[in-house]
């Protein structure tokens, strides 16, 4: 299925909530356009999800339901893997490993971690704060050259390169050194009920997101309800009208349009006019993917082929790069000389 002409792209998502339109444009969108040109390989990753708690029954649903949208987003299982990150045992036990060869210092600078941490009060489970060692795992396992994320996921690409570049340098040549990739657009979408923030599919206010699954009357609620500001015309300033800025953002992705062009259409619409006008938009970008979402749930069979026979073949690549690193670590080698 892969040619080996091709770079590899690893990215993954947490069924930690149903996706937003943030996780869309930020992340999944990208990778349907990137799917054509590298081989790729994308992970529903489940064991981060536990990283805060999570209901059995919930996080089943939402698990399978996360791997149907992404697909119906227009991932193509002919062209890409697709796969739950519990299916591959490698994600964990890569992850020890780095784990043995990863610093706390460097881990306690995490920003997601420090953000993260202060929700849990004094239940801060130890998965939240070795969080970034398992992406490392993840990514690494695979050989990958780009890992496409939006861009609150920067300071933990960069980990990965450090341990990568660590281990390479300890042991001997082992993994490649990943890159970033961020999207031209979408690559920070903000809350709707708090543009300083960033939209999350966790967050307590389901006013703060809109969802792909949300229905045209839900996302049109959503925008009329969304914070702006106290003048009245519709234009583009990140610092001063971060409200505003961050829905034309919503617009020109819907819209597949650039932020100039979306503020060339809007400019001149009252506030109410130009909220409306971002809910059409993303309403229509979001049907055609509703419609399948819709369909492949209706077939869990052949879904849940889609993501075993995924599983399979990561499964291959990935204990392979397992089994190097155990060997260069020390680990006893069965037969040898
Ligand atoms: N606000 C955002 N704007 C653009 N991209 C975003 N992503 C997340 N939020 C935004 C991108 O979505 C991908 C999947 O993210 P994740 O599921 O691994 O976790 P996250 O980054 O922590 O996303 P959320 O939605 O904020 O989840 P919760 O609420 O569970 O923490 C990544 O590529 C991410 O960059």
């Not at 849990?120 to 969080?131: S, W």
């Not at 050259?145 to 450090?162: K, S, Y």
């Not at 993994?175 to 979408?189: C, D, T, W």
């Not at 879904?303 to 260069?328: C, G, P």
Request: contains cysteine.
């Amino acid at each position: 299925m892969f040619d080996k002409d091709k770079k590899i792209i690893f990215s993954g998502i947490q069924p930690s909530g149903d996706f937003t339109i943030a996780n869309y444009f930020g992340a999944i969108r990208n990778w349907v356009l990137l799917q054509n040109d590298y081989n790729s390989i994308f992970c529903v990753v489940d064991l981060h999800a536990i990283t805060v708690p999570q209901e059995p029954a919930v996080l089943r649903r939402r698990s399978i339901e996360c791997a149907a949208m992404i697909l119906a987003s227009g991932i193509d299982p002919e062209k890409s893997l697709l796969f739950f990150q519990s299916s591959v045992s490698a994600h964990s036990e890569l992850c020890w490993l780095l784990n043995c060869n990863s610093y706390m210092g460097e881990m306690a600078r995490m920003t997601q971690y420090k953000e993260k941490s202060v929700k849990q009060g004094d239940t801060i489970r130890v998965g939240l704060f070795d969080y970034p060692v398992l992406m490392a795992a993840d990514i690494l396992l695979y050989n990958t050259d780009i890992v496409p994320v939006g861009d609150d996921q920067t300071q933990h690409v960069e980990l990965a390169r450090n341990i990568a570049e660590r281990f390479n340098h300890n042991y001997s040549p082992t993994f490649v050194v990943p890159e970033g990739y961020y999207g031209k657009a979408g690559s920070r979408i903000m809350s709707l009920a708090n543009p300083e923030k960033k939209m999350s599919k966790s967050d307590e206010n389901t006013n703060a997101f809109i969802l792909m699954k949300d229905k045209r009357d839900v996302i049109m609620n959503k925008f009329k309800r969304a914070v702006t500001d106290s003048e009245t015309e519709v234009y583009y300033d990140k610092e001063k009208k971060k409200g505003i800025s961050n829905l034309l953002e919503i617009y020109s992705c819907a819209k597949g349009i650039t932020i100039p062009e979306a503020e060339a259409e809007c400019r001149g619409m009252s506030y109410a006019e130009f909220k409306e006008c971002v809910g059409t938009a993303v309403a229509d970008c979001l049907d055609p993917i509703q419609v399948r979402f819709e369909a492949l749930m209706n077939d869990k069979p052949a879904l849940e082929k889609i993501l075993m026979d995924s599983a399979d073949a990561a499964r291959s690549i990935a204990n392979k790069t397992l089994r190097k690193v155990q060997k260069k670590i020390g680990f006893y080698q069965f037969g040898s000389k």
